[in-house]
């Protein structure tokens, strides 16, 4: 802006002084390219202060807003025409007003402000968290005149703040084990309860491969399960086994998604196992018993069987009938027991 008021100067001394100065056509035409140039600087400024998606502000050392962008009328929902004229305090909250005059303070002194993180008012009395970048304005003789404020809105990314605390506290206080690792198989991410079920703590883990904790019998899985993830496929309670530290065997559930970025593309591996090896014990007591009932059962029922096919060949023998018949009862008896 310096530049354009020099060449605007200039060139009115050409007009009322053009015989003095004795300027001949060639410097004529270089202040007229210079201004045109200095016109079309301006006008970028002004598109990319119109386009920016930070407020940008400008107010004059009594804290007169000057200028609004369309940023502005976003964030804080004035327009232009509520805003501009009036005090820049009417954004500030009550208990927090003392920040402007210690911003003049520096300001006037020339000392820029940058990356102050404050909450201002909206025009529908909400809060709004800002980090703000304040620069003087200086006229043509270097004296600071005005103030250019760039306000950014920090509410999405508290919110993200606020989001992502809660997943970490939800990840750590949970029972399963939570695992994130690259596309090479590399773990980038390990839980409490992954520290627990594989007695790994996570700097031994974070960096190194996943194959760490998987039997070699069973190896061929993690390149199928990357081949589906690589897809955008979902893998869940896929039932198998891992290796902890001290070399056992634990049965696990895994529950595997793949982790995308802003453009949908698969970045990473997202990994949930449940230890499901006391499941694994009790089924496998069940199945014992059922074979135990089953086989207890059988005998008697066999005798059963027996004593009344025999029974049923003697029934003309009312003697032998009894017997077997009372055979066939403590059979029962036993099977009752």
Do not use: C
Request: charged content about 30%.
């Amino acid at each position: 802006m310096n530049e354009t008021k020099q060449v605007i100067d200039k060139f009115r001394a050409y007009q009322e002084h053009e015989t003095e100065l004795k300027l001949d056509h060639a410097e004529l035409r270089k202040l007229i390219s210079l201004l045109q140039r200095a016109d079309e600087k301006s006008a970028v400024l002004s598109s990319i202060v119109a386009s920016s998606d930070d407020a940008i502000i400008s107010k004059d050392l009594n804290g007169i807003v000057t200028s609004w962008n369309n940023s502005a009328q976003r964030i804080f929902g004035y327009s232009p025409k509520e805003i501009i004229g009036t005090p820049i305090l009417r954004l500030i909250p009550p208990e927090r007003q003392d920040e402007e005059q210690m911003i003049l303070t520096q300001l006037k002194n020339g000392i820029r402000i940058d990356h102050f993180e404050t909450q201002r008012l909206g025009k529908d009395g909400s809060l709004i968290d800002v980090s703000l970048t304040i620069s003087p304005i200086y006229d043509a003789s270097g004296i600071v005149i005005g103030i250019s404020k760039i306000a950014r809105d920090l509410t999405f990314n508290r919110k993200a703040e606020v989001d992502a605390r809660r997943l970490i506290a939800i990840i750590e206080s949970s029972d399963d084990a939570i695992v994130s690792k690259d596309l090479n198989g590399v773990v980038t991410s390990w839980n409490a309860s992954a520290e627990r079920i594989f007695g790994y703590n996570a700097g031994e883990m974070i960096g190194e491969s996943i194959l760490k904790i998987i039997p070699p019998e069973r190896l061929e899985e993690e390149p199928k399960i990357l081949a589906q993830l690589r897809k955008g496929i979902r893998v869940d309670h896929f039932e198998t086994q891992r290796l902890k530290k001290d070399g056992a065997l634990v049965s696990v559930s895994l529950t595997i998604s793949p982790i995308k970025n802003s453009a949908g593309e698969v970045i990473g591996v997202s990994k949930i196992a449940r230890d499901i090896t006391d499941k694994k014990l009790a089924e496998k007591k069940k199945e014992e018993f059922v074979g135990f009932v089953s086989h207890e059962l059988k005998t008697p029922l066999t005798s059963l069987k027996s004593y009344i096919q025999i029974a049923q060949a003697k029934i003309e023998n009312p003697d032998f009938l009894r017997k077997a018949l009372n055979k066939a009862a403590e059979q029962a008896k036993k099977w009752k027991a």
